[in-house]
């Protein structure tokens, strides 16, 4: 009976991973505390949690150990040891379809999201309830139960290799990859970290978890094949050496990550007294090694793609052919129009309406009798055969309808529930004065409390009882300000390898999450100190001056990042606050091309890739938009601060920047952005959000090599800018009878240019090397190329399934004309013999068959669809009249955003050079340039205005010293409107 019990509980947290455990595999010593469980066997669905469509072929835990002192648990750690866990997963298209496993596999995954979706509702359930008494007598039993098991159970796993292998997805290649974990050790200590004793009363439980060696690899192309086939029974052991070979240095070259080791402190506080946190969580870590490689990145991709393919033909499996598109396409064009039918067609029969809601029903009532009668083994069967069936929706809709249709019933008839809650309470009173006695009659010495408990969860009540837990509940009113949760993650160095591209080195950074549950806030803050690129060789890519340009107190820091929910500095809904000190950037045209050729798939198309780029620019900034306006619109406050130097890079005529040639400074300047206070106007406006944005120390320079950049950025007007440092204003208002108003004003723009510099900026652009990708893959890789029709509708595809479809065509058809070739060759080589011997030994040479393809001449036919007028478009524009941005604007045609756009002084200054001195002879400026778009309910409206044109000589002057004005335009208001 208590093997039985004991079996239950392990199979309800090891069952979804391992299969056939039962009372017989715990063996005699589970009395006395020693259970032992060897060569346990994987589930093949046991990685359904990643929903991906991989199954594992095989896998296994070689030693589960528990050891209980079930007479002093409140006192001994309950020891818990896992060794030996392999594991090997494919992807299902290794195989063919097999029903069995198909179904068993389609069963685990609908179980697995019905699971994930159950416990988002609780989720939101218990956030939506989280201030009643009784959730919060809920979320405190948990928290000591969590608290009291973590302070007595002792975790060791030791020797853990999970392998995938894929043969199917890229044709020609052998990809397998994997992560391995030599150790991880939790033990409970004293407040020093070190390990001592277990106190069952003690306020404060602190617990060190070490990991040892934790690192992932990935082969693009592995040679030595699959290891079950290779090894046979002792595939374990293949494992086991393939895992030593990465925690040996040197470390092969197909390693991803490094291996690392760290520890992670947790400490949890059963007392709120002293205002110490509940939870606190620190991990840190000395160093992490990060590499990745072109063939590495792109075999990853179109793995990726593979899955998601796969993924998607998954419900259409059993009629897929096993023969390719090109030898017999009839199979395929079957096996797409039973896909259409089985998914579009055949459920909107009426036979099949009329089963589906037979099947509804069944289960509807099946779930009314469990949540009326209770949980039973047949019921339960009965239910999991009705499901099966189903689709994830049908059963959705049939839990919860069930759920609401008890509960009416429930509450329709009240007099029947008095007299049911009388019983109820009577036997509840008798049963509860039942478990108080044999609760009080429980000692160390006896687990008849355990076996006693009914349910699951009043077993583990017990098991925290004789562990020494006294559920008190604790009555300290939390304030707002305290801080209940905190997490700390903090990596001293941290360096990510783009192999050939660059090295990226991060240094001291840290993240830091806090939760605040009375005041229903928490904090998101990260750090990090510096940060640089270089290239394999050293050269500079990226580097910080983070100490020049300090000013806060304290060590630098390069970024900083801050973001509260209900801050308590101001009363506002959000906090945020961000700071970047300045960055330069160095271009090198080595790494730009490489880096090209390292992202691009080798199917990939430049055009392509610049399309999509802009359109998901597009998507992104329509997002970005529409969370605009629920800000604004929603009148949510929020306190930003943002201040952010903006990178500086430096362009060299040659590719690099020397001391030879020219180099092109592109200065960001420094972005600043801050959110204003709500403000009474003078017409009883209420403005609900005002955002101030700055940007000022933008910057053009072309100045020769040899000058550093510190001496180019001490006078922003020198000779060497072509582009003084300019300032810019932006102010993005919103309210309740107003339009969105994005209002940008530019004080003054100058453009310098002379003969020399327009003659040096030709140079340097005609010198300058743009970013290409290999030539040599590039060649290669234009053979041959499917391109499928952008305009089909395909559902739940993106660019890179796309791609890697194409490239499957692609390679399918070559091997298809490989084989014609050889069949063609073969059949020519037996004509030649053949006509050899009739001729008597004359030899007669044979060409190739080839196909005549006869050119027919082309009418030129014009389209149906084609429009061929004689408008006269310029004589039609002239009799339009487009009126102003003012008188479009009506009720029935109103404003939904403004954007404007002021220059008070757009300046172009024309230099000369003479003895080795620059300097100014002329100067065209426009003043009071104003342009206007608004985006209407019905259309756009534009209007643009320009308040006057000067043309003046610098280098005469009046008598009063003035400059003189050869040509000076202006008018009353405006001088040019349009």
């Known amino acids: 009976m208590f093997n039985t019990w004991l079996a239950n509980i392990l199979n309800s947290y090891l069952g979804e991973v391992v299969e056939e455990l039962d009372s017989h595999n715990l063996g005699v010593g589970a009395l006395q505390g020693d259970i032992l469980l060897i060569d346990l066997k994987l589930r093949p669905d046991c990685l359904s949690l990643l929903e991906l469509p991989i199954e594992v072929i095989a896998g296994s835990i070689g030693k589960i150990s528990l050891k209980i002192p079930w007479s002093q648990l409140s006192s001994s750690p309950v020891l818990v040891t896992v060794q030996d866990v392999y594991l090997v997963a494919v992807p299902l298209s290794h195989r063919a379809y097999n029903e069995e496993k198909d179904s068993k596999l389609e ?93 069952g009363k003690a306020k404060s439980i602190y617990k060190l978890v070490r990991f040892e060696n934790f690192s992932t690899y990935w082969n693009s192309n592995d040679s030595s094949g699959p290891i079950i086939s290779r090894s046979g029974c002792g595939w374990r052991v293949k494992m086991r050496e393939i895992m030593s070979k990465y925690f040996k240095t040197p470390y092969p070259e197909n390693v991803c990550l490094v291996p690392l080791s760290g520890k992670v402190k947790i400490m949890m506080n059963r007392s709120i007294a002293d205002g110490s946190p509940r ?15 072109k063939d590495q990145y792109h075999t990853m991709m179109e793995i990726q793609a593979a899955l998601k393919f796969l993924e998607l033909s998954r419900m259409h499996r059993k009629y897929r052919p096993t023969s390719s598109v090109f030898s017999k396409p009839k199979h395929w064009w079957i096996y797409a129009f039973r896909c259409i039918k089985i998914q579009f067609i055949e459920p909107y029969y009426w036979r099949s309406i009329k089963k589906h809601r037979e099947k509804y029903r069944e289960l509807l009532g099946l779930w009314k009798k469990r949540h009326q009668v209770g949980k039973s083994s047949s019921l339960k069967a009965k239910i999991k055969e009705s499901e099966a069936s189903l689709d994830v929706t049908s059963i959705m809709l049939a ?30 009173g008798m049963i509860a004065e039942r478990k108080q006695t044999i609760a009080n009659n429980i000692t160390s010495n006896s687990v008849i409390g355990i076996l006693a408990a009914s349910s699951l969860e009043s077993q583990l009540l017990e098991i925290c009882k004789a562990m020494g837990c006294s559920f008190e509940n604790d009555d300290t009113t939390k304030p707002k300000t305290y801080i209940e949760h905190v997490f700390n993650f903090t990596v001293s160095r941290c360096v990510f390898r783009l192999k050939p591209v660059f090295v990226w080195t991060v240094t001291n950074f840290s993240v830091c999450v806090e939760t605040r549950p009375s005041g229903l806030a928490y904090t998101v803050a990260a750090r990090t ?31 900083s990042f801050v973001f509260e929910k209900n801050p308590l500095v101001t009363p506002t809904d959000f906090r945020l606050e961000m700071r970047l000190l300045p960055i330069h950037l160095f271009y090198q045209d080595t790494v730009a091309s490489e880096l090209l050729d390292f992202l691009f798939l080798p199917n990939t198309d430049c055009l392509e890739v610049t399309w999509g780029v802009i359109y998901q620019s597009y998507l992104y900034a329509l997002q970005f938009s529409r969370f605009l306006q629920n800000c604004l619109n929603s009148r949510v406050t929020c306190d930003v601060k ?51 944005c700055l940007v000022s120390g933008m910057s053009l320079i072309l100045s020769p090599g040899s000058i550093p950049f510190h001496n180019l950025t001490q006078d922003p007007h020198s000779e060497y800018h072509l582009i003084p440092s300019t300032k810019a204003v932006m102010s993005l208002t919103s309210s309740p009878l107003q339009p969105w108003i994005l209002e940008t004003t530019i004080k003054c723009i100058k453009l310098n240019i002379s003969d020399k510099k327009i003659s040096d900026l030709i140079d340097f652009l005609r010198d300058l090397p743009l970013p290409s990708r290999d030539q040599l893959n590039a060649k290669a890789n234009k053979k041959l190329r499917w391109k499928i029709d952008r305009r089909w509708t395909i ?16 390679n399918q058809q070559l091997q298809d004309q490989k084989l014609s070739d050889q069949h063609q060759l073969s059949q020519d080589t037996q004509r030649i013999s053949k006509d050899s011997k009739s001729s008597n030994g004359v030899y007669k040479p044979i060409g190739r068959y080839r196909p005549n393809h006869h050119q027919h001449g082309s009418s030129k036919v014009s389209s149906p669809d084609s429009l061929e007028t004689n408008l006269d478009i310029d004589r039609f524009c002239r009799n339009i009249d487009l009126p102003g941005l003012e008188d479009n604007v009506s009720p029935g045609n109103p404003m939904c955003a403004l954007l404007k756009l002021s220059i008070k002084d757009l300046s172009l200054v024309f230099d000369k050079v003479s003895e080795n001195k620059t300097k100014s002879y002329l100067n065209l400026s426009v003043q009071d340039y104003v342009l206007d778009v608004g985006f209407l309910q019905f259309g756009p409206a534009v209007q643009m205005s320009v308040g006057g044109l000067k043309l003046v000589d610098l280098e005469t002057t009046t008598v009063f010293g003035h400059h003189v004005e050869l040509v000076a335009l202006e008018g009353p208001s405006e001088f040019f409107l349009l």
């Open 529 to 559: 100190e510096d940060m640089n690129i270089s290239t394999e060789f050293g050269d500079r890519v990226l580097s910080t001056t983070n100490l020049l340009h300090n000013t806060e107190p304290g060590w630098p820091n390069v970024f």
């Open 795 to 810: 559902p739940n595809i993106g660019k890179l399934e796309l791609l890697y479809l194409e490239s499957q065509l692609s």
């Open 107 to 199: 069963t685990t995954r609908k179980r697995r999201f019905l699971q994930k979706v159950e416990g988002i509702s609780v989720i939101k359930r218990a956030a939506k309830s989280q201030h009643s008494k009784e959730e919060k007598l809920k979320r405190e039993l948990w928290e000591t139960m969590i608290a009291t098991f973590m302070n007595n159970v002792q975790l060791s796993i030791e020797n853990v290799h999970l392998r995938y292998e894929d043969s199917v997805s890229v044709p020609g290649r052998f990809i397998s990859g994997g992560l391995c974990l030599e150790s991880i050790m939790a033990e409970t200590t004293n407040s020093k970290w070190k390990s001592c004793e277990i106190n």
């Open 399 to 428: 839990r919860e309808s069930a759920k609401y249709e008890v509960r009416v019933n429930s509450t329709a008839s009240p007099k029947k529930k008095k007299k049911l809650l009388s019983k109820m309470s009577k036997v509840g």
């Open 279 to 293: 939870l606190l969580f620190d991990y840190q870590l000395k160093e992490i090694k990060v590499n990745l490689g």
């Open 642 to 692: 943002i201040d952010l130097h903006n990178p500086c890079i430096e362009i060299g005529q040659l590719g690099t920047v020397s001391d030879k040639g020219n180099k092109l400074v592109v200065d960001g300047g420094r972005l600043q952005i801050c959110c204003a206070k709500p403000d009474d106007s003078l017409n009883s406006e209420r403005i609900y959000n005002r955002v101030e």
